[in-house]
């Protein structure tokens, strides 16, 4: 009798979770409509209301001009001048198309609240969400107060938005697999994704890292010439540290972090005002140790770094 007491308790718990979700949806569903539906409206009629404007003040520049040069015209402030009404159409069209977006205020605290709406009601979704919330919980601060996140799930779409959406993230299934992509729209928000995270450590890791910091415009001379120089000692390391090592690139006041496997090998380059670039490596393996040595590895090795204008 307990044991079935418990389990109508559980179904009716389900029940009414499935109810108040339903209910939720439904009615912000509704309101996100009519406020659609409001705003279009109003787009309409003040664009209408704009664009006549725009064609009598025209029409009145016109008449203006066709008088001849003894006659007394209207003063510069007294006129509603054309680019002035221009000016006004397109700041409210724009406002208009931020408010009609519906996007739902992006933080980590919104994303919980949703997450915890859908417990018992849709796994998938709630699943996406989970996915979602560690994701962001690790971007850096810039980062989450500047981000557009779409999560299409389950056949549903939430979207959210904060501060200017500089950031775009997307969650969605991909081969029964959940996926949490990021694109940056700014050099500052890739800095900060790249400053805030480890890379993945390899040659062409390295080379695609100082490919795309020249791509923002954002590689200084100082730290073009450190990865440069890590590619160069860091291809001549053994495969056994190549594949296990956390390396740091401190460099033009810059650090830079990448790893492979279980990090066991630590590289350091780093730049010293001198001028020189220095790479370091600190082995924790006797085999590691061993075959570099019989390739003629040196734990410390330094490069003067040269002028880019010697080379051009």
């Known amino acids: 009798m307990a044991a079935r007491a418990g389990l109508n308790l559980n179904m009716s718990e389900l029940a009414r979770n499935g109810i108040q979700w339903a209910l939720s949806g439904l009615f912000q569903s509704l309101i996100v409509q009519v406020k659609r539906i409001l705003i279009f409206s109003t787009t309409v009629i003040m664009s209408s209301v704009l664009l006549s404007a725009l064609w009598l003040a025209v029409q009145k520049?016109?008449?203006?001009?066709?008088?001849?040069?003894?006659?007394?015209?209207?003063?510069?402030?007294?006129?509603?001048?054309?680019?002035?009404?221009?000016?006004?159409?397109?700041?409210?069209?724009?406002?208009?198309?931020?408010?009609?977006?519906?996007?739902?205020p992006l933080s980590l605290r919104n994303l919980l609240r949703h997450r915890d709406q859908l417990n018992g009601v849709n796994y998938m979704l709630q699943a996406c969400f989970n996915e979602a919330i560690d994701g962001f919980n690790q971007e850096p601060l810039l980062v989450q107060e500047n981000s557009k996140m779409v999560i299409h799930c389950d056949g549903q779409t939430v979207q959210f938005l904060s501060g200017t959406g500089d950031c775009e993230i997307s969650v969605y299934v991909l081969r029964n697999s959940i996926q949490y992509d990021v694109r940056e729209r700014t050099a500052e928000m890739y800095l900060a994704r790249l400053s805030s995270r480890q890379e993945p450590l390899s040659i062409r890791d390295l080379l695609r890292v100082k490919s795309n910091l020249q791509s923002w415009g954002v590689l200084s001379e100082e730290l073009q010439g450190c990865l440069e120089f890590a590619v160069q000692e860091y291809?001549?390391?053994?495969?056994?540290?190549?594949?296990?090592?956390?390396m740091v690139v401190d460099c033009g006041g810059q650090v830079l972090k990448f790893a492979s496997g279980r990090q066991d090998n630590a590289i350091s380059i780093y730049d010293v005002r001198d001028g020189t670039i220095h790479y370091q490596v600190r082995i924790s393996s006797l085999w590691a140790?061993?075959?570099?040595?019989?390739?003629?590895?040196?734990?410390?090795?330094?490069?003067?770094?040269?002028?880019?204008?010697?080379?051009?």
């Open 61 to 104: 520049a016109d008449y203006s001009l066709s008088k001849g040069e003894h006659e007394v015209t209207l003063s510069n402030t007294q006129k509603w001048a054309p680019h002035s009404v221009i000016r006004i159409l397109r700041d409210f069209l724009q406002y208009a198309a931020i408010v009609l977006s519906s996007y739902e």
């Open 235 to 246: 291809s001549e390391e053994p495969l056994c540290v190549q594949d296990n090592a956390n």
């Open 289 to 312: 140790s061993t075959v570099r040595f019989f390739k003629g590895n040196k734990d410390h090795t330094y490069t003067r770094r040269m002028k880019r204008s010697l080379l051009d």
